[in-house]
């Protein structure tokens, strides 16, 4: 059964750093895609990055460029994103997605449940 | 960045009507585009991928066309479970971009 399990998200204040974990299992990682997309309260989707499924590839949305940095682990099937300099906008519900093939043009087809990240003071 | 605008915003249905959802790239985007369905407090859930082919396990009532600028996702007759947000996603170059969503009521 494909899985994906994010983890690691809570409440920080602004200026601080997360690390959000998606723990993947039911299919070889090593060889799609991921994404993370994120989904402020009440919002519409929001894509945030991918990373190619060796890790070479790395592509950000406008709003994150310089701040998050999407990792993998192929050995552990884990992956990450760092993110830094949290602001108050970034307070949103994270999900991880898997794409449906390695080279990330063909939809997200799994997707984790999400993790909450609340950016607050 | 590639712009998705998608109409209407929202529409209210009756079951067993046809609806069709549109969105509009801000450029020619080849048939690189999905269709996710969102249901309130769940993860999305792939409907199209490459602007009309149906992904596993989706009815057939779903279905995908448009290429370059302009796509639609139709709803061919509504069910009680695809009252939901919905939302176009371009894959055709980084930042991929999301339309605003078009929420699906029941009328």
């Known amino acids: 059964q494909v899985q994906l399990v994010e983890s690691g998200g809570g409440v920080v204040q602004p200026g601080r750093s997360l690390r959000l974990s998606c723990a993947v299992s039911?299919?070889?990682?090593?060889?799609?895609?991921m994404h993370w997309v994120r989904q402020a309260p009440g919002k519409g989707l929001e894509w945030v990055a991918v990373?190619?499924?060796?890790?070479?590839?790395?592509y950000y949305g406008d709003t994150v460029k310089g701040r998050f940095t999407i990792s993998r682990d192929n050995s552990k099937n884990t992956l990450y994103l760092q993110m830094n300099s949290l602001r108050a906008e970034d307070t949103a519900m994270y999900y991880c997605?898997?794409?449906?093939?390695?080279?990330?043009?063909?939809?997200?087809?799994?997707w984790g449940q999400g993790t909450t990240v609340t950016v607050s003071s | 960045d590639i712009q998705m605008t998608q109409s209407p915003s929202s529409v209210s249905a009756s079951v067993g009507d046809r609806v069709i959802i549109t969105c509009r790239a801000s450029?020619?985007?080849?048939?690189?585009l999905a269709w996710y369905q969102q249901k309130p407090g769940k993860a999305p859930k792939l409907l199209i991928y490459?602007?009309?082919n149906l992904q596993s396990g989706v009815p057939s009532r779903f279905s995908g066309s448009g290429s370059g600028t302009d796509f639609a996702l139709t709803i061919s007759s509504l069910q009680p479970e695809d009252f939901a947000t919905y939302y176009c996603?371009?894959?055709?170059?980084?930042?991929?971009?999301f339309g605003q969503g078009t929420k699906l009521e029941i009328k």
């Open positions: 997605a898997k794409d449906r093939r390695w080279d990330v043009l063909y939809g997200m087809d799994v």
């Open positions: 039911g299919f070889t990682f090593s060889t799609y895609g």
């Open positions: 990373i190619s499924s060796d890790g070479s590839n790395k």
């Open positions: 450029q020619g985007i080849s048939s690189w």
């Open positions: 490459a602007a009309s």
């Open positions: 996603q371009q894959a055709n170059s980084f930042p991929y971009t």
